[in-house]
């Protein structure tokens, strides 16, 4: 089978290579290591010039606010329709955004389209959009996923959703929640983990599992811990993950002198297992800051 995927996201926190596309990544190399062709039309990134088992077309964004979208959609439906004449697709699967080429392409050629859902296609946030403007962008929603072959979204709220506010039958929107291993992300005695991690059994620690990029509010977490170091001196601080962020981290700990209570462990090898002891350590606190921008 011959697979065409679209994928468009920017972060401004994280301009050069954005964490959200890394379940499109994910996507891709699954489905080419079953034996299926697979090509991804992503925005030029770093992780679009790593070689891949799929076939990757990179595709140049002019870096302004409004051509920035409008310059994807554009060249990769161009890219798309050069590829399949040498390669025609059995599918066009895109992740949700506001234009529909992907759509347009799938019709043109005469094959099915499935849509990616991961949240709301038009968030309804107070006071972020005109009401007319959102009035519009959901008429839009509308009448692209109406159109749409399958959808995939993560959670049955999310199918309720879609059903609800745009009319999809239910029987074409398919719910395939995140795969986690339930067996590797059980619950562990937490000082036999503390020891594993080399962590000390009866120390407070405060910790961070994900991804470093200035959104998650980390540079906020390490001014925090100096407020707390007056409190409770003995307190360490855990950060597990990568990102474009790392450097930057490591030097604000390094200035504010948190080297020693700030532990860093990069992504590895190892990282599934760190993550979850981490999570297992019930005495460990876990942050999860929630600002995200997306434009």
Request: hydrophobic share 45%.
């Amino acid at each position: 089978m011959t697979w065409f995927l679209f994928c468009y996201w920017y972060e401004p926190d994280a301009p050069h290579d954005p964490v959200g596309l890394v379940r499109i990544w994910r996507l891709a190399d699954t489905l080419a290591k079953v034996g299926d062709r697979v090509t991804v039309f992503p925005p030029r990134y770093r992780s679009a010039l790593i070689q891949r088992a799929c076939a990757v077309i990179p595709i140049h964004l002019i870096h302004l606010r409004l051509l920035r979208p409008l310059s994807y959609a554009l060249v990769s439906f161009l890219c798309g329709l050069m590829r399949a004449l040498v390669t025609r697709p059995d599918i066009v699967y895109y992740r949700w955004m506001e234009s529909p080429h992907a759509l347009i392409l799938a019709k043109l050629l005469g094959v099915p389209c499935v849509c990616e859902v991961n949240g709301e296609p038009v968030p309804q946030w107070p006071g972020n959009q005109r009401k007319f403007v959102r009035g519009f962008k959901d008429l839009l929603a509308q009448l692209a996923l109406k159109r749409c072959d399958r959808i995939v979204v993560l959670t049955e709220g999310l199918r309720t959703l879609l059903q609800e506010r745009y009319g999809i039958p239910l029987e074409r929107i398919v719910v395939l929640p995140s795969g986690t291993d339930v067996q590797r992300f059980a619950e562990r005695d937490a000082v036999v983990c503390r020891l594993e991690l080399g962590l000390l059994p009866n120390r407070p620690y405060v910790g961070f599992v994900g991804s470093f990029y200035r959104y998650q509010g980390l540079a906020c977490l390490l001014d925090a811990m100096m407020a707390v170091k007056q409190v409770c001196p003995t307190a360490e601080l855990l950060l597990v993950g990568d990102g474009e962020a790392m450097e930057d981290l490591k030097q604000q700990a390094k200035g504010m002198g948190l080297e020693s209570p700030a532990r860093f462990q990069a992504s590895s090898r190892h990282l599934l297992r760190i993550v979850v002891c981490s999570l297992s350590c019930r005495t460990i606190l876990v942050c999860w800051p929630n600002r995200f921008l997306f434009c």
